[in-house]
C-alpha cells in the first residue's frame, strides 16, 4: 500500500456470512456491528456505509472467477477519496502492474 503517510503492508479483517440472495454476502466488522452487503449481481453491487461523518460508497465488478474490484468512494467533512482495489487469485497471477511497471512472478 502507497499512501502519502504509509508505504508497506496493510490489512483489514471482516466476518463475511451468507446474504438473503444467493449472490451476495453480509460483511461484518469483527466486533459483529454490520459493515455493508457485498454482491456482484448488477442491481446489487453497490452499497453504502455510512461511518460518522463521512459517507462511504462501494461498487463491487466481477472480473471472473479468479477476480474481482472493488471502489470505495468517501465523501464527507472529514474525508473525500476513492479508494480503488482489485483482487486475483495467487495461483492465476501471471503478471502485476507494481508502480506503473508490469511485473512477472
Same mark, same amino acid.
Given at each position: 500500500?502507497?499512501?502519502?503517510?504509509?508505504?508497506?503492508?496493510?490489512? #483489514?479483517?471482516?466476518?463475511?456470512?451468507?446474504?438473503?440472495?444467493?449472490?451476495?454476502?453480509? !460483511?461484518? @466488522?469483527?466486533?459483529? #456491528?454490520?459493515?455493508?452487503?457485498?454482491?456482484?449481481?448488477?442491481?446489487?453491487?453497490?452499497?453504502?456505509?455510512?461511518?460518522?461523518?463521512?459517507?462511504?460508497? !462501494?461498487?463491487?465488478?466481477?472480473?471472473?472467477?479468479?477476480? @474481482?474490484?472493488?471502489?470505495?468512494?468517501? /465523501?464527507?467533512?472529514?474525508?473525500?477519496?476513492?479508494?480503488?482495489?482489485?483482487?486475483?487469485?495467487?495461483?492465476?497471477?501471471?503478471?502485476?502492474?507494481?508502480?506503473?511497471? /508490469?511485473?512477472?512472478?
Amino acid at each position: 500500500m502507497h499512501w502519502p503517510t504509509h508505504t508497506g503492508p496493510a490489512f #483489514r479483517e471482516y466476518l463475511l456470512k451468507p446474504g438473503p440472495e444467493p449472490d451476495s454476502m453480509d !460483511v461484518f @466488522f469483527p466486533d459483529g #456491528r454490520p459493515f455493508h452487503v457485498m454482491s456482484f449481481a448488477t442491481q446489487a453491487n453497490q452499497d453504502k456505509h455510512w461511518c460518522d461523518p463521512d459517507d462511504y460508497y !462501494v461498487n463491487y465488478t466481477w472480473e471472473g472467477p479468479d477476480a @474481482f474490484s472493488f471502489t470505495w468512494d468517501v /465523501r464527507g467533512p472529514a474525508k473525500d477519496l476513492l479508494l480503488e482495489s482489485h483482487l486475483v487469485r495467487m495461483n492465476t497471477l501471471s503478471e502485476s502492474t507494481v508502480g506503473g511497471k /508490469r511485473e512477472r512472478y
